[in-house]
Every structure is written in structure tokens, then in C-alpha cells.
């Protein structure tokens, strides 16, 4: 059983920066590709990006990608999204989730973490 860790999250003011990070628990074909995903209440939960251990990196939200780097350590099976220029559209549940490849689709998706607020402020 694979187990996602999120950190980071909190709350910031409008231009601000936030970093998230996703740690899985052991890696296993089922868990390949690794994402970010977020859920603003009464909204259907979104892909951001996601990274294979092949290295190939998806994002599907442009207006995300101009503000935003992805990182990840394959070694330690971490996937890491560093958000700037935060606005309070960004404000959301933002989940981490592994599958077995990347899709942006969630139904794909077989891990999830618990989740971790970002809240932005005008």
C-alpha cells in the first residue's frame, strides 16, 4: 500500500508564494506517475501537473503553469510544486495523488493524500 504525505499549504496574501510537497511512502509501478490536483468547494477537483519517473511533466492548468515550478526527487519518490504570484482564485484543497501513469483525469489516480488548504487573501 503506497501512502502520500502532503506539507506545505497555509495561508498567504495575494502575490505571495507557497510550496507543496508530496511524499510517497515506497514506489511501485502503481504509483509511476505522481500529481497535484486541487478543489475549490463546489468545484470538481482539477489536475494541475503531473511527473512521471521518466521525468515527462504535464501541466493542465495554464494559467498555473506561468506561475509555478515542479520538482521531484525520484530517490525519494517526492514531487514538489513551488506556486508564486498567488492569487485568491488559487484558493482550493490541494490534493496529491499517484497512480500508475499520468493522466489528467483523477479517476486514474489510485493514491490520494489527505489533502492541504491553500487559502489566498485579496
Known amino acids: 500500500q503506497v501512502q502520500l504525505r502532503e506539507s506545505g499549504g497555509g495561508s498567504v496574501q495575494a502575490g505571495g508564494s507557497l510550496r507543496l510537497s508530496c511524499s510517497a511512502s515506497?514506489?511501485?509501478?502503481?504509483?509511476?506517475?505522481m500529481a497535484w490536483f486541487r478543489q475549490s468547494p463546489g468545484k470538481e477537483r482539477q489536475g494541475i501537473v503531473s511527473?512521471?519517473?521518466?521525468?515527462?511533466?504535464?501541466w493542465y492548468i495554464d494559467s498555473v503553469r506561468g506561475r509555478a515550478t515542479v520538482s521531484q526527487d525520484i530517490d525519494k519518490n517526492t514531487l514538489t510544486l513551488q506556486m508564486n504570484s498567488l492569487k485568491p482564485e488559487d484558493t482550493a484543497m490541494y490534493y496529491c495523488?499517484?497512480?500508475?501513469?499520468?493522466?489528467?483525469?483523477?479517476?486514474?489516480?489510485?493514491?490520494w493524500g489527505q489533502g492541504t488548504q491553500v487559502t489566498v487573501s485579496p
Open positions: 495523488a499517484a497512480g500508475p501513469y499520468c493522466r489528467e483525469q483523477s479517476d486514474v489516480y489510485k493514491y
Open positions: 511527473a512521471n519517473t521518466g521525468g515527462v511533466v504535464v
Open positions: 515506497t514506489y511501485t509501478y502503481s504509483n509511476d506517475c
